[in-house]
């Protein structure tokens, strides 16, 4: 979503400015669908390029000149039909750093037309290369309109503020001093609820098919209207699932697109492929640690980092600080812990009754014995130390996903701990398309002081939260960090009962 008639202000106000967004938010779509808008309208000559093919010339800006300077000159022959700036290079063939403000001059100057320029990519730069084009920007800012362009709008994932860019001599410069004009910082917005909904009726209102009512409160948990999450949720339930494509008669429910989720997940589509190689970065673990965890206090957190990590995508910050949307709360523990689930055997004989549920005491005792093994190690091995108690039961309990069941994750920055809520279906051959599914709560928190009243608050927690979901199972663990607390006093288990009602409580 775009707010098309502030950016028209803007650029009657002859403003530059940025506008930024996550990847896969529709942002390119965007600004080609403006770009075509704006010139049909015959005011000014608006041109849409993309420079991060410069990317690979970092620290070099002679040779990020050259790269700009071509990309904005086919561009312009593409968009525009105009081979005026081809001509220009070849009538200017030795390059220097100050190039693209030439190139930019020159076609400012002699185009019958104000431009509006778009630059895509713009943090897809480094060093001096971005430096050099900001800076070049900055020059032209007070030329504007008849030798520069009426309007220059700077597109990428951060805003430019955020850069932080280091020149070949280790000068640290940031994006706002170097492009200190910009007006205003705008962002692409997600898709409303009503906007998710329409969407999905334009299948409706082409093919006859109908949509459960059900799945849309789901779908917007699941994806808070993230552009490529709704779309691809979509093509999972209208295309993908051979037997609702070829019938479409058939009613899409709840369970269908519940199933698309699960494959869309496990997919590892490039969108949340990139989204967790993001988790690797120093600025992201801080942040996201921090909420995997549910500590608050203990974490000093820039907020420069906490807002890069907004940008991305990855958290929202209203009404409290948390991950983004629920298919990003599954993924982001998934991957993190993807080579400790690898090397769990998955043998579910064990921890399956006769009547096939999960004998949820054996597979707690069987977690706390792993735990047991396994902490050290992670904590000498990965980077999100804090997180690991959380991280290392969610591995563990994937095998119950692998066997057919589901697990839905729920934390938050400041909440001190960890909801997770399990759903296995009792009867295989319906599935989840039968009524008869065990539902089972665990709490998880960390034991920073007193027992007992941890234990009592854990309790709490946990009956409200089994309240919400309709469990039928309640299981409260904490997780002792102490060192010098021995093993066998850490290893626990009793049965708690508040308002009639049974809590096993673990400790690990």
Same mark, same amino acid.
């Given at each position: 979503?775009?707010?098309?008639?502030?950016?028209?202000?803007?650029?009657?106000?002859?403003?530059?400015?940025?506008?930024?967004? *996550?990847?896969?938010?529709?942002?390119?779509?965007?600004?080609?669908?403006?770009?075509?808008?704006?010139?049909?309208?015959?005011?000014?000559?608006?041109?849409?390029?993309?420079?991060?093919?410069?990317?690979?010339?970092?620290?070099?800006?002679?040779?990020?000149?050259?790269?700009?300077?071509?990309?904005?000159?086919?561009?312009?022959?593409?968009?525009?039909?105009?081979?005026?700036?081809?001509?220009?290079?070849?009538?200017?063939?030795?390059?220097?750093?100050?190039?693209?403000?030439?190139?930019?001059?020159?076609?400012?100057?002699?185009?019958?037309? *104000?431009?509006?320029?778009?630059?895509?990519?713009?943090?897809?730069?480094?060093?001096?290369? +971005?430096?050099?084009?900001?800076?070049?920007?900055?020059?032209?800012?007070?030329?504007?309109?008849?030798?520069?362009?009426?309007?220059?709008?700077?597109?990428?994932?951060?805003?430019?503020?955020?850069?932080?860019?280091?020149?070949?001599?280790?000068?640290?410069?940031? %994006?706002?001093?170097?492009?200190?004009?910009?007006? !205003?910082?705008?962002?692409?917005?997600?898709?409303?609820?009503?906007?998710?909904?329409?969407?999905?009726?334009?299948?409706?209102?082409?093919?006859?098919?109908?949509?459960?009512?059900?799945?849309? *409160?789901?779908?917007?948990?699941?994806?808070?209207?993230?552009?490529?999450?709704?779309?691809?949720?979509?093509?999972?339930?209208?295309?993908?699932?051979?037997? /609702?494509?070829?019938?479409?008669?058939? /009613?899409?429910?709840?369970?269908?697109?519940?199933?698309?989720?699960?494959?869309?997940?496990?997919?590892?589509?490039?969108?949340?492929?990139?989204?967790?190689?993001?988790?690797?970065?120093?600025?992201?673990? @801080?942040?996201?640690?921090?909420?995997? @965890? %549910?500590?608050?206090?203990?974490?000093?957190?820039?907020?420069?980092?906490?807002?890069?990590?907004?940008?991305?995508?990855?958290?929202?910050?209203?009404?409290?600080?948390?991950?983004?949307?629920?298919?990003?709360?599954?993924?982001?523990?998934?991957?993190?812990?993807?080579?400790?689930?690898? &090397?769990?055997?998955?043998?579910?004989?064990?921890?399956?009754?006769?009547?096939?549920?999960?004998?949820?005491?054996?597979?707690?005792?069987?977690?706390?014995?792993?735990?047991?093994?396994?902490?050290?190690?992670?904590?000498? @091995?990965?980077?999100?130390?804090?997180?690991?108690?959380?991280?290392? /039961?969610?591995?563990?309990?994937?095998?119950?996903?692998?066997? %057919?069941?589901?697990?839905? &994750? !729920?934390?938050?920055?400041?909440?001190?701990?960890?909801?997770?809520?399990?759903?296995?279906? +009792?009867?295989? !051959?319906?599935? $989840?398309?039968?009524?008869?599914?065990?539902?089972?709560?665990?709490?998880?928190?960390?034991?920073?002081?007193?027992?007992?009243?941890?234990?009592?608050? %854990?309790?709490?927690?946990?009956?409200?939260?089994?309240?919400?979901?309709?469990?039928?199972?309640?299981?409260? +663990?904490? $997780?002792?960090?102490?060192?010098?607390?021995?093993?066998?006093?850490?290893?626990?288990?009793?049965?708690?009962?508040?308002?009639?009602?049974?809590?096993?409580?673990?400790?690990?």
């Amino acid at each position: 979503r775009i707010d098309y008639e502030e950016i028209e202000s803007l650029i009657g106000q002859k403003r530059y400015f940025v506008l930024h967004a *996550p990847r896969q938010t529709g942002k390119t779509s965007a600004l080609l669908e403006m770009m075509n808008r704006i010139n049909s309208e015959g005011q000014y000559d608006c041109l849409y390029v993309n420079i991060e093919a410069s990317q690979v010339d970092r620290n070099d800006a002679i040779e990020g000149a050259k790269t700009i300077c071509s990309v904005i000159a086919k561009a312009v022959s593409f968009y525009l039909g105009n081979e005026t700036l081809r001509q220009w290079i070849e009538d200017n063939p030795i390059i220097t750093k100050d190039t693209v403000g030439s190139l930019i001059r020159y076609w400012s100057r002699n185009n019958p037309k *104000p431009i509006v320029l778009f630059i895509d990519e713009i943090d897809a730069l480094v060093g001096d290369t +971005l430096i050099s084009l900001l800076r070049q920007i900055r020059s032209g800012y007070n030329q504007r309109p008849q030798a520069f362009p009426i309007s220059i709008i700077l597109c990428g994932v951060r805003d430019v503020r955020d850069y932080r860019i280091h020149t070949k001599d280790n000068e640290i410069i940031t %994006g706002g001093s170097a492009f200190n004009i910009k007006a !205003e910082s705008l962002t692409i917005g997600n898709f409303t609820y009503e906007e998710c909904k329409n969407l999905y009726f334009q299948h409706t209102s082409e093919t006859g098919q109908k949509f459960e009512e059900t799945i849309f *409160p789901k779908l917007w948990s699941d994806t808070k209207g993230q552009p490529w999450l709704v779309n691809a949720l979509a093509r999972q339930l209208t295309w993908k699932n051979k037997t /609702l494509r070829k019938d479409r008669t058939k /009613l899409i429910t709840l369970e269908h697109y519940k199933e698309a989720r699960e494959i869309l997940i496990h997919s590892r589509a490039t969108h949340l492929d990139q989204l967790v190689d993001k988790l690797q970065e120093p600025r992201v673990k @801080s942040v996201v640690t921090a909420i995997l @965890s %549910g500590k608050k206090n203990n974490f000093k957190i820039k907020s420069n980092d906490q807002q890069y990590v907004k940008d991305l995508g990855l958290i929202v910050t209203k009404p409290k600080v948390a991950i983004a949307n629920d298919i990003y709360k599954e993924t982001i523990p998934r991957e993190l812990t993807w080579v400790t689930q690898t &090397r769990i055997i998955n043998e579910s004989h064990w921890y399956i009754k006769d009547d096939n549920s999960i004998d949820m005491v054996k597979l707690l005792k069987a977690f706390q014995q792993f735990f047991r093994e396994n902490i050290d190690s992670w904590d000498q @091995s990965y980077d999100y130390k804090e997180a690991g108690p959380g991280l290392l /039961l969610q591995a563990f309990l994937q095998r119950i996903i692998n066997g %057919g069941g589901r697990i839905n &994750r !729920e934390y938050g920055l400041g909440r001190k701990r960890t909801d997770i809520f399990i759903e296995y279906p +009792l009867d295989k !051959e319906l599935g $989840f398309f039968g009524e008869n599914i065990q539902r089972v709560i665990i709490e998880t928190k960390i034991l920073y002081s007193n027992l007992d009243k941890t234990i009592q608050k %854990g309790i709490e927690q946990t009956l409200e939260y089994g309240d919400t979901v309709g469990a039928d199972e309640h299981h409260l +663990l904490i $997780f002792n960090r102490k060192k010098k607390v021995k093993w066998k006093k850490k290893i626990w288990q009793k049965d708690k009962f508040y308002d009639k009602r049974k809590i096993s409580v673990w400790g690990c």
